[in-house]
Every structure is written in C-alpha cells, then in structure tokens.
C-alpha cells in the first residue's frame, strides 16, 4: 500500500472509526429507547436479546431482529435517517455515523485493491486514485445526510481545528472568512499533491508552489485577524513573547505593540535573509557591520515608537545582565543601586567596544592599514579596567558570586579570540 494512502487511512485511523461507530450508535439507541412510549408492553426476557425497535405510526413497538447492532452499522444510513431526526439526534452525531459508516465500507475497497494488487491484477499507484477520490466521496456522503449548510457547518468544524484559536476572539463574518481561507488552502494543497503524484510536477516546483500558498494564506489571514490577534493565533516566536511582556510592564498601548512586533518581525527576517546568504562566513567584517546596521535600524524604529525613556526602559528589562541581578539581588546581597549601577557599566563597555570597532573598521575598508594585535591588546586592557572597577564596588566576594552565575562578560564569560571584539578609541 502507497505511503499516501496509509496516511488517509491507516489501520489505526480505522479502529478509530470503529470505536466511533459504537459510541454513536450507543448514543442514538439511548436516544431511540428514551423517546420508546411507556404503554409499549416489554418484551419478554426470551426474545428480549433478538429484538430491536422500529418506527411504526404508534411509535416504536419491539419486531424481532437477531442482529440488531449489526443492522444498525452495515445497512445504509438513508434507511435509519428519519428516524434519528424524528428523534432529534444533532447533525454532528448524525454526521460521526455516516462518516463511520462510509469509512467501513471505504475500507473494503481498500481491502479488495491491496488483494489485487497482491495478486498482479492491479498497480500499486491505484492507491494514489483511491487516496484522492476519499475525501470527496466522504464529503458527498455527510452532504446527502445534513444538506449543503449543514455539511458546510460539519466541515467548518473540522477544518477550523487546523487554526489555534481557542484564545481568540473572532465574530460569526469572520468565522465564515477563515473557513473560506482554510477551505481554498485545502484544496490548492490537494491540486498540488495530485500534480506532483501525476509527474506534472517535480519536488522542487511542489515544494515552491506549496511555500507560496502558505505565504497568501498567512497574509490573507492577518488580514482578517490583524497584527496581535495573528501573533496569538501563531503562539509568537519566543521572542514575540518576551517583547510583549516587556511592552506590558511598559504600559504600551495596542498600537505601540503592533508596530514594535512587526519591527521585531521585520529585523529577524532580515539577518536570517543576511545569514543564510552568506554562507559560513558570518564571522566576516562585512557581515558583522551589515548586521550591526540591521540592529541599530530596529533600535531606531523601537526608539521612535516608544520615546527615548521607555525605550532605555525596555533595553534594560531585554538585557540578561540586568534581569538575572533583579532576580537574585537578595541572595546576593545587592539593591536596585547596585543593579543600575552594573548595569550602566556594562552598557558603557559593551557600547564603547562596539564603536570602537565600527571604527577600526571603517579605516580598514578605506585602505589604511590597521594593527588588529594593537586593537585586541586594547581590547584586553579596557575589558580589566572595566572589571577591576566593577570589582572596586562590589568587593571581591560579592563579584565572585554575581560572576560565577555568569553575569559580567569578564575572565571565563568573556568572548573567545575568534569573536570580534570592540574596544574604546584611546586606550
């Protein structure tokens, strides 16, 4: 059997029917029995166990049947229909039933083809026409028992499970919209298997066509949804979750979130285009200054949007530096002056190397001739006076443990000979 068949239905899937099927109709015979009038006379305990209930124009009465589970799942549905309507059975126990129900009878033929095909008298690709012709036959099976709005409320039901919306809010319209949308997504990814099981299409152009698909889909999607209701539906990168509860403590307004997480969008989408662009050498000074420009834009736009305060603010609640010293301050014996203070010296350092880099840079691409044993001399000079001062004000042992977590970028946490290292002009 095809690998495309089995995963429309596997035996596992089967006995998941199956376990339907009796579930179901437990539930419609309870409903049938309840809805049994009281006057109707018992039967008696010999024939009880052969009998099952038909509709007659008095209500149900007891008509000998010796297998009356067994006529409930093999015979048609359109013969017992009436009467689970008349019993007021709703449409998704309705539709679980024939869904049961065809699956059985689909399984036979799927059965009697692997026989066949075991046989020589059939090609294993007539799986692949089988696995096609599934999901519409199935569709035209529910649609003949519910009408075309109640197939389409049973298919809405199904498809609307692809989408995590669970915590969000959206109205009837929009419902409609995002069935619409997962419907024709559906059905250009079924177009699309089928090309590529016929060869009218190779792997390359199905995987090109399937990409492109579910870049509309996405964008037709936030569209209906907007920008925040998008990103919840999505769960957020981890990084869209951090920046929202950092926008939280903030008190950033719904629009100040919007245009930071699509700046945030934004920038990651261009270093990943700048990495996976440039090979393996991402270690180059080119790259290094394209993705420090690339940095310095998204701190721009977020400066923009917030205001220079709350834009310092956010810096320090997204530095780790800074979050992990708030977290252990009492085990460490420090106050929020201490916590700032590190912070603002961790900052001067980091920015100062940055420049002084940028700037050594700079020089080299205009044909000077720069000394790198001078810059990484410089570099380790500043990166003790920086420790020593901080050491100076916190006291050996008080460092020693805030750097045994890791904390300051010094002696076993600084970076290694291979990353490129800023240091300040002048020392």
Known sequence: MSQTYNRVMNRENWLKFSLLSNLVLAVVIGILVTRSPKSQPLPTVSNAANESPTRTDGGFTRQPNPSPVFKARGGDWRNWIGDLRAAGVPDNVIAGLVVSQFEENWQKRVDELQKQIDNGDADPDAFQQLAREHDDAEADEVRAALGESGYRNWDMGNLMRNLNLKDIAVTGAETNELYDLEKNLHNRQRQLDEQRQKGEIDDA???????????????????????????????????????????????????????????????????TDLENGSGTNLSSAAVQQQLQAIDA??????????????????????????????????????????????????????????????QEQALEQQGQTVNWDAVNKNLQQFSQQTEQTLRNYFGDDRYNQIQRNGVFPFGANAPSPDTPVHAPPGH
């Open 205 to 271: 152009a199905y995987a090109d066509a399937t990409g492109k698909a579910q870049e509309e889909f996405n964008q037709k999607l936030k569209g209906i949804l907007g920008d925040e209701r998008f990103a919840t539906m999505q769960g957020g990168t981890g990084e869209d979750a951090s920046l929202k509860r950092d926008l939280k403590k903030l008190n950033a307004s719904d629009d100040q979130f919007a245009s930071m997480l699509q700046a945030q969008r934004d920038w990651m989408k261009q270093r």
């Open 297 to 358: 834009a998204r701190d721009q736009e977020y400066q923009r949007v917030l205001g220079t305060n709350a834009f310092d603010a956010l810096q320090m609640e997204r530095d780790a530096s800074y979050s992990q010293m708030k977290k252990y301050q009492s085990a460490w014996g420090i106050n929020d002056a201490d916590v700032n203070y590190a912070y603002q010296t961790l900052r001067y350092y980091e920015q100062s190397v940055q420049n002084y880099q940028q």
